[in-house]
Nanobody, 124 residues
Framework: QVQLVESGGGLVQAGDSLRLSCTTSGRTFSGATMAWVRQAPGKEREFVAA????????YYADSVKGRFTISRDSTKSTVSLQMNSLKPEDTAVYYC?????????????????WGQGTQVTVSS
């Protein structure tokens, strides 16, 4: 059974940094695409960033490009999202998600497996 568990959310001020982590278990993630997707109150889920498990390719939403960095540690089976220069509009629940096979990374509907989410709140 695939499990994704997020950690690292919290309340910060604008301009601060946070690092989110997603611990994976339940099967091998070789060949997977891992993503971070966020959902703000009253809004649909929004793609944030993705990485192929090989670590060679990364993808970012325009709204976070240059501020966020996605990475993975295959030895620890974790995927991380380093978030710098946070803005109030980054406030959302952040979900770790996974899909297997060649998938379009920027559509949240692509992903079959989801964590429970972690809240990130950025105050102005």
């Amino acid at each position: 059974q695939v499990q994704l568990v997020e950690s690292g959310g919290g309340l910060v001020q604008a301009g601060d940094s946070l690092r989110l982590s997603c611990t994976t278990s339940g099967r091998t993630f070789s060949g997977a695409t891992m993503a971070w997707v966020r959902q703000a109150p009253g809004k649909e889920r929004e793609f944030v960033a993705a990485i192929r498990w090989s670590g060679v390719n990364t993808y970012y939403a325009d709204s976070v490009k240059g501020r966020f960095t996605i990475s993975r540690d295959s030895t620890k089976s974790t995927v991380s999202l380093q978030m710098n220069s946070l803005k109030p509009e980054d406030t959302a629940v952040y979900y770790c998600a996974a899909a297997f096979g060649p998938v379009p990374v920027a559509s949240p509907r692509t992903y079959n497996y989801w964590g429970q989410g972690t809240q990130v709140t950025v105050s102005s």
